[in-house]
């Protein structure tokens, strides 16, 4: 496993195993790894025969200071983590390499953009889809891995790559949890033990929301899932909203022929915690 860190070396690391005639996959990553980003690089490892997994806080899709401070940086570990896996490069760039001049451009993404994370961190896909774009433009993948936990950032990714018709197939791969359900986030590793067992009731709460949609209007269940989930003091619901999986739209009723998914955020402590479920 090689470790990278300027463009010029990951392009020709690249391009040589593109002229040998091999696909590249890839997965972009902020770091403090955990089972679902390896699940990510097997995955890759099973369709690809190269995997570039990279590691890189982006400072531009944080939109709060004092959270991109605090997020989890723990290169050796994650090295160590991925020797057991299909990596075979870690692409890990200082700020300054990828962004040597100030990004400006500005995305449109529309109503997927401007709804829950959208309107809670305002910026956060911007910063998202500029980091990506440049990545791919780095790696030059075939195709590129993204959990579905970030839900709304895979729609997002989407959306970007068909604006900037980049050549990449987008793979979305399932939640992994942890063993009482709360879905695996580098975020987790910030939980005090105490709000770290208290954070369970939000991935609980989602399972129950799940087999309780026959007996609640929408708008009930809605109530139901914030009220469960904000009656436990270490947990703040910061949205909830049911949505149909392509525009991302609030759905009114069961009856809608769309594909349902209920997202979540949540402030434990310090942390915010995100998850979705598909109803
Ligand atoms: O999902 C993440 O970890 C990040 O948003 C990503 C896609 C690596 C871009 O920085």
């Known amino acids: 496993m090689n470790l990278i860190c300027t463009i010029a070396e990951l392009e020709q690391a690249i391009d040589i195993q593109k002229q040998a005639g091999r696909i590249v996959g890839f997965v972009p990553t902020m770091g403090a790894l955990h089972q679902g980003h390896l699940m990510l690089v097997n995955n890759a490892g099973e369709e690809c025969d190269v995997v570039v997994v990279s590691i890189f806080v982006n400072p531009t899709q944080f939109n709060n200071n004092e959270d991109l401070q605090r997020y989890p940086r723990t290169l050796e570990s994650d090295m160590r ?116 067992d208290n954070a369970a009731l939000i991935s609980k709460t989602l399972f129950e929301a799940q087999k309780k949609k026959k007996m609640y209007s929408v708008n009930e269940l809605k109530k139901w899932v914030v009220g469960t989930i904000d009656t436990n003091s270490f947990l703040k619901t910061e949205y909830f909203d049911i949505v149909d999986d392509r525009e991302l739209k609030s759905i009114t009723s069961w009856e809608q022929k769309v594909n349902k998914v209920a997202c979540i955020a949540v402030h434990c402590g310090k942390v915010r915690l995100i998850d979705n479920i598909i109803l």
Request: glycine share 6%.
């Open 81 to 196: 983590l991925l020797k057991s896996t299909p990596c075979s490069i870690v692409f890990a760039p200082s700020a300054e390499e990828v962004y040597p001049e100030e990004d400006t451009r500005v995305f449109q993404f529309g109503n997927i953009g401007s709804v829950m994370e959208g309107k809670y961190r305002p910026g956060h896909f911007n910063g998202v889809a500029q980091v990506v774009s440049k990545l791919f433009d780095m790696v030059k993948p075939h195709k590129a891995y993204f959990g579905l936990k970030d839900f709304q950032q895979l729609a997002i990714i989407n959306s970007m790559v068909d604006q900037l018709k980049i050549p990449v197939e987008i793979i979305p791969c399932p939640i992994v949890r942890e063993s009482d359900g709360l879905a695996m986030s580098s975020r987790n590793a910030l939980l005090e033990p105490i709000e770290r």
